[in-house]
């Protein structure tokens, strides 16, 4: 059986977030993740460095939301890596379960930037982790922390300390 019309079959719903990104009240910019089967150990529950690649992934999404793309930064010569990193564990997060990151950019001191972080349930009841992150600015050709953040990194953090 032949027929003219490509192919129009799709895949049925998965369930996925959409819409996975907005900015909440306080200055929040909330990322939705669902545990899969590979952030998990084998009891089912997330694993705890999975909560480290989801922080991660709202900094980067919320970053590019101001007009930050990491790859921008590295044309610039410009890396943030992460200098210090504290999480605490409230509660796990088990597979299957879609949960909100929450991330925002706290203060910056200097070079450093410090981001706070909660992943919490998606009806705000339940929260699994908080965390704080700090980066500093690193020149990538020298390998030497910045003495000041360049010129169009630094006007747009004043874009996520005006939200």
Same mark, same amino acid.
Not at 11 to 33: C, E, K, M, R
Not at 34 to 63: F, N
Not at 152 to 163: F, I
């Given at each position: ?6 192919? $129009?079959? @799709?895949? *049925? ?6 819409? *996975? ?7 929040? /910019? ?5 545990? @899969?089967? &590979? &952030? ?9 460095? =999975? ?13 590019? =939301?101001?007009?930050?793309? /990491? ?18 564990? &409230? $509660? ?17 001191e200097g070079v450093r930037i410090n981001w706070d972080y909660q992943i919490q349930s998606t009806d705000g009841q339940e929260l699994f982790?908080?965390?704080r992150v700090a980066l500093v600015a690193v020149d990538r050709d020298k390998g030497k922390v910045m003495r000041q953040l360049p010129p169009?990194? %630094?006007?747009?953090?004043? %874009?996520? =300390?005006?939200?």
């Open positions: 059986m032949t027929n003219d019309q490509p192919d $129009q079959r @799709q895949l *049925p719903p998965t369930g996925a977030i959409q819409n *996975p990104l907005h900015v909440s009240p306080g200055n929040w /910019f909330d990322y939705l993740v669902r545990a @899969q089967p &590979h &952030h998990t150990d084998y009891a089912g529950i997330v694993w705890h460095g =999975s909560y480290v690649a989801w922080m991660e992934e709202a900094r980067v999404e919320c970053l590019r =939301s101001i007009g930050i793309e /990491f790859a921008d930064l590295v044309a610039l010569g410009c890396d943030l890596p992460v200098v210090e990193l504290s999480i605490r564990y &409230h $509660q796990p997060v088990q597979m299957g379960m879609a949960a909100v990151v929450r991330s925002r950019m706290a203060d910056t982790a908080t965390a169009v990194v %630094k006007e747009a953090l004043v %874009k996520l =300390s005006a939200r």
